[in-house]
Structure formats: structure tokens, C-alpha cells
């Protein structure tokens, strides 16, 4: 089966937002140590774009309409040096988890990128998120940096590491 996903609207925000704060309280992917409102969600949404940073929706094949995950390119650091610099973030709703959804995602992330003008991507993964850790290694990311227990997390620290993938962009 072929991934079908489009460009975001407003719209989907509060689904977004839904998948995003069900990922909470696992301690795994996110350090919101409480849900987010979608209100605290619109600057963000609104720094993304189709042309230069999109947010991408996967609805259900079975249920249209019913948004199950998405994935967002945003800026790294904000700096005009750093624009062909993108960091990749992946949620899926529970529905869907753990059936390759992730990796087609990823997958056509990176082979959207060059046309977006972005030649490095980057992943933020905490150290004990096994299964993120590996999707990103499985397409190749190395680790570009590791940030020993810079999260509290429920009292425990956690790392964070910096994941990177360079890609082969033609020169513009």
C-alpha cells in the first residue's frame, strides 16, 4: 500500500495536538510534561508551509478524515545559516504505531527534503527511545551529538541525542 499523506491545515490542528499529547504521559518521545492546548499549537502551525517547512497529515484509509499521524520539518537553531537544516519529527497515533507507518514517513521525508532546498536532517530522540533511535539509524542517521541528562523526566534524567543524515542536494 502506497503512503498517502497531505499538507496540513488548521483544521487538523486539534488532531495533531491529540496524537501529540498522547505521547505524554509514555515519557518517550516528547519533554511537555503535560498536555498542550491547541491555542499554545498555532505559532507553531503557523511556521510551517507546503514550500519551505510543511506539516504533513496521514488520514485512516479506513476512516476518512480521522487523522493517525503526522509529520512536521521544522527550523534548526532559526538562523539564515541553518535554512537548509531541518528537524524531522514523526507521531503517530496508538492506532497506528508499530506498523511501518513511521518508516514511510521518514522515507518520504528524505526524498522530499532536497526539493525543500534542505540538505541536512536531523532528529531530537531521547536515548532511552529505542524504537525512534533505531528508525532514524535504520535510514542511515549517525549520531551527531549526545546530551547527557538534560531532561527530568517523572525525577530520572535523560539524554538526548542528536541524530543527523546528510543528503546529496544539487547545488541551487
Do not use: C
Not at 517547512?53 to 509529520?71: F, M, T
Not at 527550523?75 to 539564515?80: E, L, S, T, V
Not at 545559516?81 to 503517530?92: D, G, H, K, N, P
Not at 529505542?130 to 542511515?140: H, M, N, V
Amino acid at each position: 500500500m502506497s503512503l498517502s499523506y497531505r499538507d496540513a491545515t488548521l483544521d487538523d490542528l486539534p488532531a495533531i495536538v491529540a496524537i501529540y499529547n498522547s505521547t505524554v504521559p509514555s515519557r518517550q518521545v516528547t519533554a511537555d510534561l503535560e498536555p498542550v492546548s491547541v491555542e499554545s499549537r498555532l505559532a507553531w502551525f503557523h511556521a510551517h508551509g507546503p514550500h519551505k517547512r510543511p506539516l504533513w497529515v496521514v488520514e485512516d484509509p479506513q476512516q476518512s478524515g480521522r487523522v493517525i499521524a503526522w509529520l512536521s520539518f521544522s527550523d534548526f537553531y532559526g538562523r539564515p545559516a541553518y535554512l537548509r537544516t531541518a528537524e524531522v519529527s514523526i507521531y503517530l497515533d496508538e492506532s497506528a504505531r508499530g506498523k511501518g507507518l513511521g518508516k514511510r514517513l521518514l522515507a518520504a521525508s528524505l526524498a522530499t527534503a532536497p526539493a525543500l532546498g534542505i540538505d541536512t536532517v536531523l532528529g531530537f530522540i531521547f536515548g532511552h527511545n529505542d524504537a525512534s533511535l533505531r528508525l532514524f539509524r535504520g535510514f542511515g542517521f549517525d549520531t551527531w551529538g549526545s546530551l547527557p541528562r538534560v531532561a527530568v523526566l517523572d525525577g530520572v534524567e535523560r539524554d538526548l541525542v542528536i541524530l543527523g543524515k546528510r543528503l546529496d542536494v544539487a547545488s541551487a
